[in-house]
């Protein structure tokens, strides 16, 4: 079935711990984002990617990192988890960045 | 900065129309876009405007005036499934999607 899936669906988490959120695409997109979403709040794109090999910084992006090997995976890395963390995360994609983003079902993750 | 303005809440009966506003400040303009979502579950695409006017698929229709930074999402005979956070989002100059909080739509029997 075509579309994105994340890995883990929810995680309760340790603070200082390290933790990798998975997004896998088979749509061949070409730009991908992660999101944090938040009670009350827009969704607040943490990084980009607009093509294999290429990252960028979105509008919260301290205590992340993004890697781009190839054009199905996206992984999502907090280095050091803290409780400001605590959020539901979504990965996206879309074909070459200026059209509908297409969303995976989420990670709800809770940090302790 | 960038603000993208919606009501919060909004409660409607089954059957009636419901709007829902949106209202932008961005830094450039590549389109206005119309996402569903239903409580624990990701974002779906509603609608995407770009030119002025009204779109309209099925019940739902979206309207965009640019030079007054204002969008709606007219849904019409409401059903208790359409019961939802409806959001906002603009692409800015640089292509990113800016959103807003979205409005969570009661329909009430």
């Known amino acids: 079935i075509a579309g994105i899936t994340q890995a883990p669906t929810s995680q309760i988490l340790a603070a200082g711990r390290r933790m990798t959120l998975r997004c896998t695409q088979d749509?061949?997109?070409?730009?991908m984002y992660w999101y944090r979403q938040d009670l009350g709040l827009g969704l607040r794109l943490i990084h980009y990617s607009n093509t294999a090999g290429t990252t960028g910084k979105g509008e919260v992006p301290d205590g992340y990192s993004v890697s781009r090997a190839n054009t199905d995976d996206f992984p999502l890395t907090l280095a050091s988890a803290v409780p400001s963390q605590t959020s539901v995360y979504f990965c996206?994609?879309?074909?070459?960045?200026?059209?509908?983003?297409?969303f995976g079902p989420g990670t709800r993750l809770l940090v302790l | 900065g960038q603000n993208i303005d919606q009501p919060t809440e909004m409660t409607a009966t089954e059957g009636a129309i419901v709007q829902i506003n949106c209202t932008y400040q961005t830094s450039g303009f590549n389109g206005l876009f119309w996402y569903q979502q239903h409580a624990g579950e990701a974002p779906t695409f509603l609608s995407y405007n770009v030119l002025d006017g009204l779109e309209e698929k099925g019940r739902f229709s979206s309207f965009l005036s640019r030079s007054k930074g204002y969008s709606y999402l007219l849904l019409k005979e409401l059903q208790m499934k359409d019961s939802a956070s409806y959001l906002c989002a603009v692409l800015d100059s640089n292509y990113q999607l800016i959103w807003g909080a979205g409005t969570k739509l009661i329909i009430k029997p």
């Open positions: 749509m061949r997109h070409n730009a």
């Open positions: 996206a994609s879309s074909p070459n960045g200026q059209e509908t983003q297409y």
